[in-house]
């Protein structure tokens, strides 16, 4: 279906759409034209953790610690070197920012963003063992809910994970 547009655009068709369905192969292989990102979000309000890509670099804002995260996915895929804090890549997350709150704002979703920037809900406590088990935007109580479940449910530590 596809080779049909395909042949007919490489000899000089200006339309050679002919069927809905069927695209022209070229501009399918043809890179982007505009630089595309991945945005993504976990919880939302002030255990908003918010999140946004395009394969190089990695932004996360937490709303719960008032953090930014940036990383370089190409120079450190493990994500093992937060760079939002460091001036030399200051440009980037910036960037990279200006870009999610935009995208929030055009999208009308006004609980992560205030203006141009973040909305701030104040700092949640944190524990301070982050590797205790729970993330930062999980509800108060919650471990009391997984300790509940008994037999179900393990504590999570960092040497428990080690041994395995």
Same mark, same amino acid.
């Not at 042949?7 to 069927?22: H, K, V």
């Not at 450190?76 to 995208?103: G, K, V």
């Given at each position: 279906?596809?080779?049909? +547009?395909?042949? *007919?655009?490489?000899?000089?068709?200006?339309?050679?759409?002919?069927?809905?369905? %069927?695209d =022209?192969? @070229? &501009?399918?292989?043809?890179?982007?034209?505009q630089?595309?990102?991945?945005?993504?979000?976990?919880?939302?309000? +002030?255990?908003? *953790?918010?999140?946004?890509?395009?394969?190089?670099?990695?932004y996360?804002?937490? %709303?719960? =610690?008032? @953090? &930014?995260?940036?990383?370089?996915l190409?120079?450190?895929?493990?994500?093992?070197?937060?760079?939002?804090?460091? +001036?030399a890549?200051?440009?980037?997350?910036?960037?990279?920012?200006?870009?999610?709150?935009?995208?929030?704002?055009?999208?009308?979703?006004?609980?992560?963003?205030?203006?141009?920037?973040?909305?701030?809900?104040g700092?949640?406590?944190?524990p301070?063992?982050?590797?205790?088990?729970?993330?930062?935007?999980d509800?108060?109580?919650?471990?009391?809910?997984?300790d509940?479940?008994?037999?179900?449910?393990?504590?999570?530590?960092?040497?428990?994970?080690?041994?395995?």
């Amino acid at each position: 279906m596809d080779l049909w +547009p395909t042949f *007919l655009s490489a000899a000089g068709e200006r339309n050679p759409q002919i069927d809905p369905e %069927a695209d =022209d192969l @070229r &501009e399918i292989a043809a890179p982007p034209t505009q630089h595309r990102f991945v945005y993504s979000q976990f919880s939302h309000g +002030p255990r908003g *953790l918010y999140l946004i890509t395009d394969g190089h670099w990695k932004y996360t804002y937490s %709303a719960a =610690d008032e @953090r &930014e995260w940036l990383f370089d996915l190409h120079t450190d895929p493990s994500e093992t070197r937060n760079l939002a804090y460091n +001036p030399a890549f200051s440009t980037q997350t910036l960037d990279m920012r200006l870009n999610l709150i935009e995208r929030f704002r055009q999208a009308g979703y006004s609980e992560a963003v205030d203006g141009d920037g973040w909305r701030m809900y104040g700092k949640s406590i944190i524990p301070e063992d982050p590797d205790w088990g729970l993330l930062f935007q999980d509800y108060q109580g919650m471990q009391k809910s997984i300790d509940e479940l008994g037999e179900y449910a393990r504590r999570v530590d960092l040497q428990s994970n080690l041994k395995l």
